[in-house]
T-cell receptor, first 114, second 111 residues
Framework: ETGVTQTPRHLVMGMTNKKSLKCEQH?????MYWYKQSAKKPLELMFV???????ENNSVPSRFSPECPNSSHLFLHLHTLQPEDSALYLC?????????????FGPGTRLTVL | DQQVKQNSPSLSVQEGRISILNCDYT??????FLWYKKYPAEGPTFLIS?????DKNEDGRFTVFLNKSAKHLSLHIVPSQPGDSAVYFC??????????FGTGTSLTVIP
């Protein structure tokens, strides 16, 4: 595997379910990000991890819970989501948080909340 | 408030002609600008960038122009090819490396 991978690629869940999104980067980067892409909206930054430490949380509801066990893996745990949370969730990585001008994105997980 | 705006959600261009995608920003503190390209079922990939100290950067068929006084960025693709059909995102970067993205423009190149 190369680049940034995400699983699953598609997820349908009910509002009472608990699920997790997984991201893995094979680029040796130290910063990882979760973005949300909704229709007709800009990409919204949700969380940033730099050297496994969470450095940013952009006022994301607590029903989204990130986890970064090491610099290569990032998870987004989901519980009691709302239909308006349906979106494309993109993981990205960069060399580190402060010095890099380039983000490398994964293919995304298309989430549908029923 | 949206700091990076792409006011055209879609654009159709004939193959071989020029495609011009536009982007406006509001904050003069942005010092670096990027274009990302996204195919369906794939993540955005970096296409071309420009520093705020320049007004033009060219890479093959792709040229990005920056007009700082107008806070306007444009991407020119010439000649356009069917494989260029994708969604193009404009992004602007704070000195502290916070990325701000536009809403994207869906380009269709008609063979």
């Amino acid at each position: 595997e190369t680049g940034v991978t995400q699983t699953p690629r598609h997820l349908v869940m009910g509002m009472t379910n608990k699920k997790s999104l997984k991201c893995e980067q094979h680029l040796g980067h130290n910063a990882m990000y979760w973005y949300k892409q909704s229709a007709k909206k800009p990409l919204e930054l949700m969380f940033v991890y730099n050297f496994k430490e969470q450095t940013e949380n952009n006022s994301v509801p607590s029903r989204f819970s990130p986890e970064c066990p090491n610099s290569s893996h990032l998870f987004l745990h989901l519980h009691t989501l709302q239909p308006e949370d349906s979106a494309l969730y993109l993981c990205a990585s960069s060399q580190d948080r402060s010095g890099s001008r380039f983000l490398y994105f994964g293919p995304g997980t298309r989430l549908t909340v029923l | 408030d949206q700091q990076v705006k792409q006011n055209s959600p879609s654009l159709s261009v004939q193959e071989g002609r020029i495609s011009i995608l536009n982007c406006d920003y509001t904050n003069s503190m942005f010092d670096y600008f990027l274009w990302y390209k996204k195919y369906p079922a794939e993540g955005p990939t970096f296409l071309i960038s420009i520093s705020s100290i320049k007004d033009k950067n060219e890479d093959g068929r792709f040229t990005v122009f920056l007009n700082k006084s107008a806070k306007h960025l444009s991407l020119h693709i010439v000649p356009s090819q069917p494989g260029d059909s994708a969604v193009y995102f404009c992004a602007a970067l704070w000195p502290g490396n916070q990325f701000y993205f536009g809403t994207g423009t869906s380009l269709t190149v008609i063979p």
